[in-house]
């Protein structure tokens, strides 16, 4: 017979654990936690009904319904694909430049 499996959850706000904890690191309440058993047929049939489809490579994927905005800089347009997304963010880095030189 399968070992059954179990896992911890703080009474007060729901935090999961696999193991007993104390304190519990969500909320910071002391003693809330308590053993509840997982049904092994539940967590087999999860694994099993997981959707196994084929890879595609990335080239293949037709993008519809995409107008994108040049940024002005031709790099940074062939960088993001052909320019920005409505609704997207773009979060750009890089070293800070030496302010004596932009005078």
Do not use: H
């Amino acid at each position: 017979m399968a070992k059954q499996k179990s896992v911890f959850v703080c009474n007060n706000c729901g935090y999961e654990s696999a193991k007993w904890l104390g304190k519990c690191p969500a909320c910071n309440e002391w003693n809330t936690f308590f053993e509840q058993k997982l049904d092994t047929k539940l967590v087999e049939n999860k694994r099993q009904n997981k959707e196994t489809g084929e890879p595609i490579r990335l080239k293949d994927v037709a993008a519809k319904g995409i107008t994108r905005m040049s940024t002005g800089f031709s790099e940074l347009d062939r960088v993001l694909g052909g320019g920005l997304v409505d609704g997207s963010l773009i979060l750009l880095g890089g070293e800070p430049r030496n302010s004596e030189n932009l005078l």
